[in-house]
């Protein structure tokens, strides 16, 4: 890496002209220390004027023609940059925050050897950590889940996928996977690992590409002295948004793992939100549907 590390961002927005204002500002600040050789916009379609507030600002907007998803956003923005001129690629939500010297720090992290990613320490706007790392999917973590709930299964040992406990992130290191609203990539590592995997549509490929990583040899590593801060999105009570992310972890899964392994992960994932739905729960309700009729999921993202 350079002795000044050239980094160029991709911000991939949908209808994100109320928090796009306050993403784009922050880099500016963010950026100390580092050379930030462009920032480009992978607009999927808004109807909002984000498109415009990025040019205003400065940004490239590239335009994907469509609500295209965050895997196809990304792909499109990533290949509208020259990585010659460059060192790594920061991956935006438009929903984040970048504190100051905050990049830099991460550039540094991806100077290790073996380093392909690294995220940052994710706050809330109050200044809360807001839980953004998880361990490997496996079936007894996916029992532990459908029997306790994510959350609580979290705060056990290492029973659950979600880290919640707070002393994990104070601990620099490598992670299976983290949220893909804020990551650092290589060049070299983008240019091994090909595309983000577009079949996702949203949810899951962060983590289809941080285990492919691993895969290839490449670390995802997470560094609590860089922070950003996350507003959040809303899959957490949007049902529907809930659902997809629930089916796509089923859909990764199976992949990676095979049918059986596949089977039985679908099976539990299934109980488990089957007595969720049954106490009324509307999310689990609305994933239940999905996970059993298939042909009622998404195919492609509304708008």
């Known amino acids: 890496m350079s002795d000044i ?8 927005t949908y209808n994100s002209a109320d928090v796009l204002p306050g993403c784009l500002s922050s880099l500016v600040a963010g950026s100390e220390g580092v050379d930030l050789a462009e920032v480009v916009v992978a607009d999927n379609a808004s109807k909002d004027g984000s498109p415009r507030i990025a040019e205003e600002a400065g940004a490239r907007v590239v335009h994907t023609g469509r609500n295209a998803g965050y895997a196809a956003a990304i792909n ?5 940059l020259d990585l010659d001129a460059m060192d790594a690629v920061y991956v935006l939500n438009p929903d984040c925050r970048v504190p100051p010297g905050s990049i830099l720090t991460l550039a540094r992290a991806l100077e ?3 380093v392909g990613l690294v995220a940052p320490r994710m706050v809330n706007p109050d200044g809360s950590l807001q839980p953004s790392l998880r361990r ?7 029992v532990a889940e459908a029997v306790i709930g994510g959350n609580r299964a979290g705060r056990i040992g290492r029973l659950g996928e979600l880290i919640t406990d707070p002393r994990e992130y ?3 290191g490598p992670v299976a996977w983290a949220t893909g609203a804020a990551l650092l990539i290589s060049v070299q590592a983008i240019r091994e690992l090909g595309p983000w995997d577009e079949s996702f549509l949203l949810y899951s490929e962060e983590t289809e590409y941080a285990l492919r990583a691993a895969d290839q040899g490449w670390a995802l590593w997470y560094e609590p002295a860089a922070l950003v801060e996350h507003i959040g999105g809303d899959s957490g009570i949007n049902p529907t948004l809930a659902a997809l992310l629930l089916v796509n972890k089923v859909k990764l899964f199976r992949r990676r793992r095979g049918r059986l392994a596949g089977a039985v992960y679908y099976l539990t994932v299934l109980a488990g939100e089957s007595v969720r ?3 009324g729960r509307r999310v689990s309700q609305r994933s239940v549907h999905w996970l059993l009729r298939p042909s009622r999921r998404w195919t492609a993202l509304p708008g």
């Open 5 to 12: 590390p050239r980094v160029a961002v991709v911000i991939v």
């Open 76 to 80: 499109a923005g990533v290949a509208a």
């Open 112 to 114: 290790q050897p073996g």
């Open 136 to 142: 490997m999917p496996t079936i007894g973590r996916a």
């Open 170 to 172: 104070e601990r620099a």
């Open 277 to 279: 739905a049954l106490a």
